[in-house]
T-cell receptor, first 114, second 114 residues
Framework: SQELEQSPQSLIVQEGKNLTINCTSS?????LYWYKQKYGEGLIFLMM?????EEKSHEKITAKLDEKKQQSSLHITASQPSHAGIYLC??????????????FGQGTILTVHP | DSGVTQTPKHLITATGQRVTLRCSPR?????VYWYQQSLDQGLQFLIQ???????AKGNILERFSAQQFPDLHSELNLSSLELGDSALYFC?????????????FGQGTRLTVV
């Protein structure tokens, strides 16, 4: 079973619509990272959240980490075709200091129709 | 461009063979991480090096090995290749080794074992 569960697995929206992707763990998350990937390409860093209740925004993308640090959401406002891709959340779920044990969710495939 | 360089971009080889994947981290980054991404397994952490020393190990097979050299570039060696080893292999680098530094990913090496 996945330590990080992302939902939905895929999402198709019309351009201009808002959308939310969730990332959930049964364990405490020590650092939560959101990446975007275009199929077959490398991961692009979006945001990093560390504190419970933290919220960060970049352009039209907002990410939040809940107070219990077990769930994060990524919200896109007024989606555009350029937002299409695979969104991956990553987190160090078991504690410790090694960034290398970063575990990833299965990803959410976002399609935005013009 | 993330600043992380992976070579080669594509590799096709036969079962039983041995290949070496190379990663040059961003200038100044001391940590290098290797990941394997396949359709059924998602993004799996393999191993992390920091300043030449192994720091963390994930689900890396005994047939696979890696090292980080004094100039900080890293190589991932895959031997006795099997069809199931076909995947995208990513390298990432970060300045530190903890949770407070973001990791930048290369474009990946697509390995096809035939």
């Amino acid at each position: 079973s996945q330590e990080l569960e992302q939902s939905p697995q895929s999402l198709i929206v019309q351009e201009g619509k808002n959308l939310t992707i969730n990332c959930t763990s049964s364990k405490t998350l020590y650092g939560l990272y959101w990446y975007k990937q275009k199929y077959g390409e490398g991961l692009i860093f979006l945001m990093m959240l560390q504190k419970g209740g933290e919220e960060k925004s970049h352009e039209k993308i907002t990410a939040k980490l809940d107070e219990k640090k077990q769930q994060s959401s990524l919200h896109i406002t007024a989606s555009q075709p350029s937002h299409a891709g695979i969104y991956l959340c990553g987190a160090h779920v078991t504690g410790g200091t090694s960034y290398g044990k970063l575990t990833f969710g299965q990803g959410t495939i976002l399609t935005v129709h013009p | 461009d993330s600043g992380v360089t992976q070579t080669p971009k594509h590799l096709i080889t036969a079962t039983g063979q041995r290949v070496t994947l190379r990663c040059s981290p961003r200038s100044g980054d001391l940590s290098v991480y290797w990941y394997q991404q396949s359709l059924d397994q998602g993004l799996q952490f393999l191993i992390q090096y920091y300043n030449g020393e192994e720091r963390a190990k994930g689900n890396i097979l005994e047939r696979f090995s890696a090292q980080q050299f004094p100039d900080l570039h890293s190589e991932l060696n895959l031997s006795s290749l099997e069809l199931g080893d076909s995947a995208l292999y990513f390298c990432a680098s970060s300045e530190g080794q903890g949770l407070d530094t973001e990791a930048f990913f290369g474009q990946g090496t697509r390995l096809t074992v035939v």
